[in-house]
Structures are given as C-alpha cells and as structure tokens.
C-alpha cells in the first residue's frame, strides 16, 4: 500500500459585497472573501493538500484564474472534481485537517457543518474529516481583518501495484 501526505496553504482578502464561504458552508459575515471563485480559502488549501499528496500538481494548474469558466465556481464543486482525479489516479482520501486562521467572524458554531460537507464531497466518514479555527490574537494580515488564510494537510491512500 502506498501512503502519502499532501500539505496545502491559501489566503484571500476580505471585502465587503462577497459572501464568505469556507469549507463549503456560507458563514453570515458583513464581508466575504474576494477571488475569481468563490474564495474558499479553506477549501483551495484542501484542494492542494489533495493534490500534492498525489503528485498530481496544484489548483492553480487544473482550474486556472485565466479561465472564465471558473469565475464564481463553487469551491466545493471543484473539490468533488479534484476527489475524482485522485481516484482516477488510483487514490483515495484517508484523512484531512483543516485549520482556518480569521480574526473574526467566530467560526466555532459552523465547524460541524463545515466537517459535514467536506464529508459528504469526499465521500469520507466525518471522522475521517477535521476542521479547526484559529486566531493569530490580532496580529498580521488575519489579525488586521484584511484576510483569511487556511493551511491543511492530507494523507491518501493507494492500492496500485509499485511500478
Ligand atoms: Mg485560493
């Protein structure tokens, strides 16, 4: 059995006039994340920790900014699509841990939800699944309330004959 980990990072700025969605789930804030998706900055970490697990390149390669047809995607749509490479490439999701760095808003009443729908876009047990919410006690760019970044990292699992 070949087992891999993937490490990912993403952050995106905060403005007012966009939604804030993180690990799929739109969280009531009086500002959102600004990107040519839907700037689920907790979702593109994970995206990248998938694919780095798997060798397999980054999010910016597989769903370019330059590209129209990924403005306002869903993150999480882009996920299931992303699962689907690794199982084509003979991988599957063993775990994830996700930690969210905000100043504010307080992310601990959607963490079960945020859990939930990584889960089920994975196709992988909750318990498989670990998100986390952190502060930096008002320090840097998350602490200022300019952004929101998110770190995660990945193990998968293969069962392809080493080569
Ligand atoms: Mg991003």
């Known amino acids: 059995m070949d087992f891999r980990i993937g490490f990912g990072y993403d952050a995106h700025r905060l403005t007012e006039g966009r939604a804030l969605i993180l690990c799929g789930v739109e969280i009531p804030y009086e500002k959102g994340l600004l990107g040519h998706s839907d700037a689920d900055a907790a979702l593109h970490a994970l995206m990248d920790a998938m694919l780095g697990a798997a060798a397999l390149g980054d999010i910016g390669k597989h769903f370019p900014d330059t590209d129209e047809k990924y403005r306002g995607a869903s993150s999480a749509e882009l996920l299931k ?4 490479l690794l199982a084509e490439n003979g991988f599957a999701v063993n775990n994830a ?3 969210i760095v905000a100043q504010s808003p307080k992310l601990a009443p959607y963490i079960d939800e945020m859990k939930n729908t990584v889960a ?4 992988v047990s909750p318990d498989a699944i670990s998100i986390k919410a952190t502060t930096t006690e008002k320090m840097g760019f998350e602490g ?3 952004g929101i970044s998110a770190y995660a990292v990945c193990s998968i699992v ?6």
């Open 81 to 84: 699509r992303v699962n689907a």
């Open 120 to 123: 089920q876009t994975l196709n």
């Open 144 to 146: 200022r309330g300019e």
């Open 97 to 99: 841990d996700v930690c």
């Open 158 to 163: 293969s069962n392809k004959e080493k080569k």
